[in-house]
């Protein structure tokens, strides 16, 4: 693959990278902030420094913890080997690697548009419902959407730069507007650090996918100023087909996982004007490169190369006004272009270059207050209100998009303690509720309101339970309102006609007037943190998520193009003008006939209009439930843990009146189960870590006569990491980090060919191919 992201910033990364491994400056390790789990506050250097907001709430110091709030930190990512974001996100068990993922991308049966997926968007779909319906945010401020417009690209943003990830799996559209559905993804950065870092990291798998990475980071704080700077260079080899038992049919030559080259640049600062104003400034650019060779049954290959390019960047101040209130202004601009042109070589040497790109823009600015309004015995009652206008655009080349429109919203939360320490009663420890509700004015389809309600009961000092319930929606992408369908004139088969049979217009694509995607969730959890043992947390949730108005294709398996038998009368029009059948056929992107019937549109009778629109629906529920258990054991700390996702049912509708359809347990589609338990101990100078990762087994009901069992999956992740302490000034501030992930090469269960083109065998959602991958980091902090 050509390298154009520039040898020389790959040797210079490289060589300051390992410099920093064999030097030491200094006595010292560098001094970082960590965040104090959801105590609500940061402490750097042993002091209390500041509040924070954790993802769900915008009240600081909210003493309501979000329900189905997961925490991935910095040391996460070091210790499992993750690569990137993606990859992090799809080992969590209340995350469905289906839709957009870097394998997915291979076959024609997961959603989201993954068969378009050619740039190797990686997204996290929470509780299944869809890429699209997870909100990403970094820093607590949302990113342009990468391919079709559904979803941010996690690959883009460096782990180099990750101080931790957020994870709420809970409706959040009236905290923080559209996408929300499922929950939000937030990344948090890095912002205060001071001294060096170099990481440079080697892995690979059998046969391939050998990957490179190397960052390097400095950064200053000085009282009232700090800042951060740095790059990471990452490459990741091809894992051709023939490599693996599951895919080793595939015409040849034909790669699983492609080659992936990346550049990232990220820079923080935040600077103390006074005791009462802070600025502050954030930005990120990515440029990455792919490239994969895949041969299709006419022999064709087919080189798809991806390039894609982000940046954000965000600047604002944060101001005390007095009695407790404060400010947070800021804004935003942001830019996702990626482009993924093929180079199509058939067996007789003829090629064709087909180019593509997409570009995704976004501004905003935001004024957020957030502070005490007045006491009840239970404790202080808080507040936050905020204003917000965002402008998107959307260009696709080869649909001929050229979309915008304007965003500007209203919201505000309330926390009200009910009963607290002062006025606490038998059974009654505590008793908090807050609502909040937002209202989003979209220039293209109208405004959506929404609210939400949550509460925490405290019946003990060791047992809480919190519950939500919360409305949510999901906006339209500029793919969904892009004008880009077919129109096809054919004869029909349609039993209300006398003849047997009618000349229809049929249309399928985007271009139908579509509105939001409207969702209800109801969440509760109950979690046991027992004073006699210290250490032990239990939880344990119900969830249940209510999706309707879903943007769908009508018509799926085209029946309707040959037989209006059963046809939705309201998605047909019986008696078209001359004047809509012109403007329909005129505005399609490609416009047939069949059967030899003439190009007119006039002589049509009927309209069947299968463009995508607001007509599916989804319901599931499910269960879910955490241990985690951290004490002192051989000098050192010791961490198990557990995490269970149970989907008890999960039925999706396309249109009213159609069959309900039971995803849960099938292919291509969020297993019953999955769960993921972990041994951690961390020693002076060693720290092991174990995982097993559970996926259970399912159906393949692509036959619906014949399903066919699918066995559950399997692995292990393990690593260590040695502090060399003992090297004196060489080893001081140094970490070696062994990892391997599915240590035992648990090769994916087996499936019957996905298509008749790649013949692969494996469910693509649902298993990896990879099989074992081992790497080894260093990282030198000075």
Known sequence: ????????????????????????????????????????????????????????????????????????????????????????????????????????????????????????????????????????????????????????????????????????????????????????????????????????????????????????????????????????YFQREKLSAEKRYASRSAPLPFTVVGEVERASYFASATYEVSKDVEL??????????????????????????????????????????????????????????SKYPNLNQNAVGIVRFVPNDRIDDLRSTEARFDGPLFSLPGGQVKAAVGLAYRKEKYFSRVSKINNS???????GELEAPIVGEANKLPMVDSLLLSVAGRRDDYSDFGAVSVPKVAGAWGLT?????????????????????????????????????????TRGLYLTGTGAPVGPERANSFNIDATYAPGWASGLKLSLGYYRVRYANRIANPDPASAYARNLTGAPEELLNRSPTQAELIALFNGATSATASGGLPLDPTLVQTVIDMRNTNIAQSKIKGWQASADYRARLGGGDMDLSLDVAYVDSFIDVLRAGTAPVQRAGVIFSPPKLRSRAGAQWSGEALSTSVFWNHTDDYLDNRVATAPQPVKAWDTIDASVTYKPEALGSLGRGARIVLSVTNLFD????????????????????????????????????W
């Not at 943003?157 to 993804?185: H, K, M, N, Q, T």
């Not at 190369?305 to 101001?319: H, L, M, R």
């Not at 008749?756 to 191919?769: E, G, K, Y």
């Open 746 to 781: 648990a090769g994916p269960p087996l499936v019957a060919p996905l298509n008749t083109a790649s013949l692969l065998s494996w469910d693509t959602t649902n298993a990896s191919i990879v099989g074992r991958f081992t790497s080894i980091e260093l990282v030198k902090t």
């Open 1 to 232: 693959m050509s390298r154009v992201i520039g040898s020389t910033f790959r040797s210079l990364l490289k060589a300051s990278a390992a410099f920093g491994l064999l030097a030491a400056f200094g006595s010292g390790g560098a001094h970082a902030s960590e965040a104090d789990g959801l105590s609500g506050r940061v402490v750097r250097d042993g002091d209390t420094v500041d509040e924070v907001v954790v993802t769900g709430t915008n009240i600081r110091g909210a003493m309501i913890a979000p329900t189905s709030l997961t925490t991935v930190t910095r040391q996460d990512f070091e210790r499992s080997g993750f690569l990137d974001i993606g990859q992090a996100m799809r080992s969590l068990p209340v995350n469905f690697a289906g839709g957009l993922n870097p394998e997915t991308s291979l076959t024609a049966g997961p959603s989201d548009g993954a068969t378009n997926n050619r740039i190797g968007v990686a997204s996290p779909n929470l509780r299944g419902l869809g890429s699209g319906a997870t909100l990403t945010l970094l820093n607590g401020k949302r990113l342009p959407p990468a391919g079709q417009g559904l979803s941010v690209d996690l690959s883009l943003i460096p782990i180099a730069a990750i101080e931790r990830v957020e994870v709420l799996a809970d409706g959040a559209s009236a905290i923080y507007g559209a996408d929300a559905v499922a929950g939000v993804v937030n990344i948090i950065t890095r912002r205060r650090f001071d001294g060096m870092e170099a990481r440079a990291q080697y892995g690979a798998a059998d046969g391939g996918m050998a990957t490179y990475s190397a960052s390097l980071m400095g950064g200053l704080d000085r009282g009232r100023l700090s800042a951060i700077a740095g790059a990471q």
């Open 461 to 501: 000092r060791d047992f809480t339970v919190t519950s939500s319930y919360s409305k949510s929606f999901r906006a339209p992408s500029g793919f969904d309102q892009a004008s880009a369908y077919s129109a096809s004139i054919r004869t029909i088969v349609d039993p209300t006609s006398p003849s047997g049979s």
């Open 405 to 411: 429109r304007d965003v500007t919203s209203i919201y």
């Open 280 to 337: 502050y400034a954030d930005a990120l650019y990515t440029q990455s490169l792919g490239e994969t060779l895949n041969t299709n049954t006419s022999r064709t290959i087919i080189t798809q190369f991806q390039k894609a390019s982000q940046y954000e960047i965000s600047a604002g101040a944060k101001a005390s006004l007095g009695h407790g209130w404060d400010a947070d202004v800021f804004g935003l601009v942001a830019r996702n272009v």
